[in-house]
C-alpha cells in the first residue's frame, strides 16, 4: 500500500488517509503487508510514485509474497500502464485507489441495477487505459502508411466497448423507469420520503434498521451497502392529554425511509454519475438524513466531503438533519459539552444524537423527522 502525498500534509492526516485505504483492502479481503507513505510536491509524470520508490518497493517485497501494489491515488492510464510495465518481471501489478473500490463494489452488488452500475463504472475507469495500451501496441506494430495490430486492436476494443456500454445504459434506463413507477406510485399515496445519506461505515443501514425494522445488512466495513433499501418508519399520533378523554382511532402516518451507497474522499465524479440512477432516490427524497460517526476523529472532514458530493449531484439545498450517530462508542466528543456546541455550530441542520445500535435518541429523531415531514400537523 503506497500513499503519494504533499509535503505540506500533517502526519496526522498522512496516517487517517493510509488507515482509510487499508480499510479498503481488508473490505475486498486483502492484508497490508508493506505500507509507504511518499512526500511530493508535483507526483511523477511517467509512474505517479518516484522510480527510487519503486526499486524500494519491489526489494522489499520479494520475500514476502507480495503480488499487488495499491497507489491511494487515483492515476492516469500511462502511469498505469507504465507502472504495470516496471513491476512486471518482479510478478507484481498496479492498482490505483478507484481500482480497489470498483473491486470492492463488484464483489458487494447484490440488485441488477447496482451490478450494471458497476459496469459502467468500469467501463468509463478501464476505457481510457485499453485505449492507451492499444496505442504502445500500434506504435510498435506498422511503419509509415501502415495500419498497425495495436491500432487495429485499440479499434475493435473501442468498438465492443462502445457497444458495451449502449446496451447497459438501455438496461440501467429500463431499473430507472421502473424506479420512476415506484416513486409515482408513493406520490399518489401521499408517502413522503427520506433519505439516508453520509460517508461509507458511519452507521446508514444500521440507522435504517432502528427506524423502520428493516432488518438491511449492516456492517463495520466500507460500502457494505451498495443497493438502496427501503423500509416503512411508522409514526404513532400523541397520547391525549387526559387519559379519561376519548379520541378516535387514527392510523399511524407512514414515512418511507431510503439508504444507499455510503460516500467516501476522492470518489471521481464519474462514479457518482455512474450512480445516478441508484441515487436518485436520495435526490428525490423530501428530506436527507446525514449520518455522522461521531466517534470518527475526522468527522467533520467527512461532513464536508459529503457535503461537496451533495452539491456534485444537486441536492445541497435540500432539508436535511444531521443524524450523530455512535455516541455509544465517542468519547470526548459525546460529553455534554461538545453536544451543546455542536448544535450551536450545526443548528441549522437541528442536530440529533443516537446509537442506531443500542436504539438512543431513536424517538427523538422520529418527532424531530415527524416534525419536518409534517409541520402543521
Same mark, same amino acid.
Given at each position: 500500500?503506497?500513499?503519494?502525498?504533499?509535503? /505540506?500534509?500533517?502526519?496526522?492526516?498522512?496516517?487517517?488517509?493510509?488507515?482509510?485505504?487499508?480499510?479498503?483492502?481488508?473490505?475486498?479481503? %486483502?492484508?497490508?503487508?508493506?505500507?509507504?507513505?511518499?512526500?511530493?510536491?508535483? #507526483?511523477?509524470?511517467?509512474?505517479?510514485? %518516484?522510480?527510487?520508490?519503486?526499486?524500494? @518497493? @519491489? *526489494?522489499?517485497?520479494?520475500?514476502?509474497?507480495?503480488?499487488?501494489?495499491?497507489?491511494?491515488?487515483?492515476?492516469?492510464?500511462?502511469?498505469?500502464?507504465?507502472? $504495470?510495465? +516496471?513491476?512486471?518481471?518482479?510478478?507484481?501489478?498496479?492498482?490505483?485507489?478507484?481500482?480497489?473500490? +470498483?473491486?470492492?463494489?463488484?464483489?458487494?452488488?447484490?440488485?441488477?441495477?447496482?451490478?450494471?452500475?458497476?459496469?459502467?463504472?468500469?467501463?468509463?475507469?478501464?476505457?481510457?487505459?485499453?485505449?492507451?495500451?492499444?496505442?504502445?501496441?500500434?506504435?510498435?506494430?506498422?511503419?509509415?502508411?501502415?495500419?498497425?495490430? %495495436?491500432?487495429?486492436?485499440?479499434? *475493435?476494443?473501442?468498438?465492443?466497448?462502445?457497444? +458495451?456500454?449502449?446496451?447497459?445504459?438501455? !438496461?440501467?434506463?429500463?431499473?430507472?423507469?421502473?424506479?420512476?413507477?415506484?416513486?409515482?406510485?408513493?406520490?399518489?399515496?401521499?408517502?413522503?420520503?427520506?433519505?439516508?445519506?453520509?460517508?461509507? $461505515?458511519?452507521?446508514?443501514?444500521?440507522?435504517?434498521?432502528?427506524?423502520?425494522?428493516?432488518?438491511?445488512?449492516?456492517?463495520?466495513?466500507?460500502?457494505?451497502?451498495?443497493?438502496?433499501?427501503?423500509?416503512?418508519?411508522?409514526?404513532? #399520533?400523541? *397520547? #391525549?392529554?387526559?387519559?379519561?378523554?376519548?379520541?378516535?382511532?387514527?392510523?399511524?402516518?407512514?414515512?418511507?425511509?431510503? !439508504?444507499?451507497?455510503?460516500? =467516501?474522499?476522492?470518489?471521481?465524479?464519474?462514479?457518482?454519475?455512474?450512480?445516478?440512477?441508484?441515487?436518485?432516490? /436520495?435526490?428525490?427524497?423530501?428530506?436527507?438524513?446525514?449520518?455522522?460517526?461521531?466517534?470518527?476523529?475526522?468527522?467533520?472532514? &467527512?461532513?464536508? /466531503?459529503?457535503?461537496? =458530493?451533495?452539491?456534485?449531484?444537486?441536492?445541497?439545498?435540500?432539508?436535511?438533519?444531521?443524524?450523530? $450517530?455512535?455516541?455509544?462508542? *465517542?468519547?470526548?466528543?459525546?460529553?455534554?459539552?461538545? &453536544?451543546?456546541?455542536?448544535? &450551536?455550530?450545526?443548528?441549522?441542520?437541528?442536530?440529533?444524537?443516537?446509537?442506531?445500535?443500542?436504539?438512543?435518541?431513536?424517538?427523538?429523531?422520529?418527532?424531530?423527522?415527524?416534525?419536518?415531514?409534517? #409541520?402543521?400537523?
Amino acid at each position: 500500500l503506497v500513499d503519494c502525498v504533499p509535503p /505540506t500534509l500533517s502526519h496526522e492526516e498522512s496516517a487517517a488517509r493510509l488507515a482509510e485505504a487499508e480499510s479498503l483492502i481488508k473490505t475486498y479481503g %486483502g492484508v497490508v503487508v508493506v505500507k509507504k507513505i511518499q512526500k511530493r510536491s508535483i #507526483p511523477d509524470y511517467r509512474t505517479y510514485i %518516484g522510480p527510487g520508490k519503486i526499486d524500494e @518497493i @519491489i *526489494a522489499e517485497s520479494k520475500d514476502l509474497d507480495v503480488n499487488i501494489i495499491i497507489i491511494n491515488n487515483a492515476l492516469k492510464p500511462n502511469q498505469t500502464y507504465n507502472l $504495470n510495465e +516496471l513491476l512486471r518481471p518482479a510478478k507484481m501489478e498496479a492498482w490505483d485507489r478507484i481500482d480497489i473500490i +470498483l473491486k470492492i463494489f463488484q464483489k458487494h452488488a447484490q440488485t441488477k441495477e447496482a451490478q450494471l452500475e458497476i459496469q459502467m463504472a468500469s467501463i468509463k475507469h478501464m476505457g481510457p487505459r485499453i485505449f492507451g495500451m492499444g496505442m504502445q501496441l500500434g506504435r510498435q506494430g506498422g511503419g509509415i502508411g501502415a495500419k498497425g495490430s %495495436g491500432e487495429t486492436n485499440t479499434e *475493435a476494443m473501442k468498438r465492443h466497448l462502445f457497444k +458495451l456500454e449502449q446496451n447497459i445504459k438501455k !438496461d440501467l434506463e429500463d431499473c430507472k423507469r421502473i424506479r420512476k413507477l415506484h416513486r409515482d406510485d408513493r406520490k399518489r399515496r401521499n408517502l413522503p420520503t427520506v433519505g439516508i445519506i453520509g460517508y461509507t $461505515n458511519a452507521g446508514k443501514s444500521s440507522l435504517l434498521n432502528a427506524l423502520t425494522h428493516k432488518g438491511a445488512y449492516a456492517a463495520d466495513k466500507l460500502f457494505a451497502t451498495l443497493d438502496t433499501r427501503v423500509g416503512k418508519m411508522l409514526i404513532h #399520533p400523541s *397520547a #391525549p392529554k387526559s387519559p379519561e378523554a376519548w379520541t378516535p382511532f387514527v392510523p399511524p402516518k407512514e414515512i418511507l425511509i431510503s !439508504d444507499t451507497i455510503g460516500f =467516501i474522499d476522492d470518489l471521481p465524479p464519474t462514479l457518482i454519475k455512474s450512480f445516478q440512477s441508484t441515487l436518485e432516490e /436520495t435526490i428525490e427524497a423530501d428530506l436527507l438524513l446525514h449520518v455522522i460517526d461521531l466517534s470518527d476523529p475526522r468527522w467533520r472532514e &467527512k461532513i464536508t /466531503t459529503v457535503q461537496d =458530493i451533495l452539491t456534485a449531484i444537486k441536492v445541497a439545498d435540500k432539508p436535511c438533519i444531521y443524524v450523530f $450517530n455512535k455516541i455509544d462508542q *465517542a468519547k470526548k466528543s459525546a460529553s455534554r459539552t461538545n &453536544k451543546m456546541a455542536i448544535k &450551536k455550530e450545526f443548528a441549522t441542520f437541528k442536530p440529533i444524537f443516537v446509537s442506531a445500535t443500542q436504539n438512543l435518541g431513536i424517538e427523538e429523531l422520529k418527532a424531530a423527522v415527524a416534525k419536518q415531514i409534517f #409541520p402543521h400537523q
